[in-house]
């Protein structure tokens, strides 16, 4: 049996798409349909049903997966392993929050350097279009906030952050830790706000936890970068809500204070994910690792 036709059929089966497949082997759409076609016909059996959406396998092509996915991804771990006794820089192309990568992923990776690995980042906040560009073959690594759903990705929990009320001591100073508990959202619509986008996530996520309501307000400034927000709340533009890693030298500073110090503080969760059978190749399993042990301590 080829083992091109294999690798096709595996990367369709993980992708669940011809179209995406198509993207991440670096051929037509039509190459792809064709390649499997004449897999189906030398096993004598349909490996997929089409929908509108994409395909889904058949009994045959899951257990055909099944057998055939862990001798090609050990294929392409010799493969990998064999690149990497060149001369030479293996390049990891590493997508995620902007926040988080530069202030924790990037320091975190550093060390691999020396081992002949070069980083390039993409900065975005969204969690779609960075698995979007995970499926498309642009990214190796994707740090999200949203955990990959289907067969294409392999996810692994990365951490926990914990959100923080904070403003400028200025304000803090005008406000008790009872009023904000048991008038939150009403204290909230008289005060700034600084966030990252109109619709408030932060706040609203930090709001619905802790005070069990929305707020009902809007922002007096908008940064898309929580640094900037951070800047800001410190300068006394308003409240905000940030991760503790984030500002936690600035609140041993005194530059902003947390305003209340809830039983249970909102968190939200990291994902790190690779497109399944990727983690065969060394420089992307080195990284990924990295990635891990490092999170021990976030």
């Known amino acids: ?9 595996v990367t369709v089966h993980r992708a669940g798409s011809f179209t995406r497949a198509a993207a991440l082997l ?5 190459a792809v349909t064709s390649q499997i076609r004449t897999l189906e016909r030398q096993l004598g059996r349909p490996l997929f049903l089409r929908g509108a959406r994409g395909v889904t396998p058949t009994t045959i092509g899951d257990e055909l997966a099944h057998r055939a996915s862990p001798h090609l991804d050990a294929l392409v771990e010799i493969a990998g392993a064999g690149l990497d006794e060149e001369p030479g820089v293996r390049t990891l192309h590493l997508a995620g929050p902007p926040e988080f990568t530069a202030v924790r992923a ?7 350097i020396s081992q002949g690995l070069a980083l390039r980042s993409t900065f975005n906040g969204n969690a779609e279009d960075t698995l979007e560009g995970l ?5 190796d690594l994707a740090i999200t906030t949203a955990r990959p759903r289907g067969g294409l990705f392999t996810s692994t929990t990365l951490c926990d952050e914990e959100h923080v009320l904070v403003a400028s001591p200025r304000w803090a100073g005008r406000l008790g830790p009872g009023t904000l508990r ?19 996530p932060l706040v609203t996520r930090y709001w619905a936890a802790v005070f069990d309501s929305r707020p009902a307000a809007s922002a007096t400034v908008i940064a898309p970068d929580l640094r900037a927000v951070l800047q800001c709340a410190a300068a006394g533009a308003g409240l905000a809500v940030l991760p503790r890693y984030l500002c936690e030298d600035a609140l041993e500073r005194g530059e902003v204070v947390a305003l209340l110090d809830p039983p249970v503080p909102p968190l939200r969760t990291y994902f790190l994910a690779v497109r399944t059978g990727t983690l065969a190749l060394p420089h992307i399993a080195r990284a990924h690792e990295c ?3 490092a999170a021990v301590d976030w």
Request: hydrophobic share 50%.
């Open 1 to 9: 049996m080829d083992l091109a036709l294999l690798r096709t059929f």
């Open 291 to 293: 990635l891990v042990r």
């Open 135 to 139: 499926a498309a073959g642009h990214h």
């Open 182 to 200: 048991h008038k939150g959202s009403v204290v909230l619509e008289q005060l700034p706000v600084v966030e990252v986008h109109e619709s408030l």
């Open 26 to 30: 670096g051929l037509s759409q039509p």
């Open 106 to 112: 990037l320091p975190a990776l550093t060390p691999l």
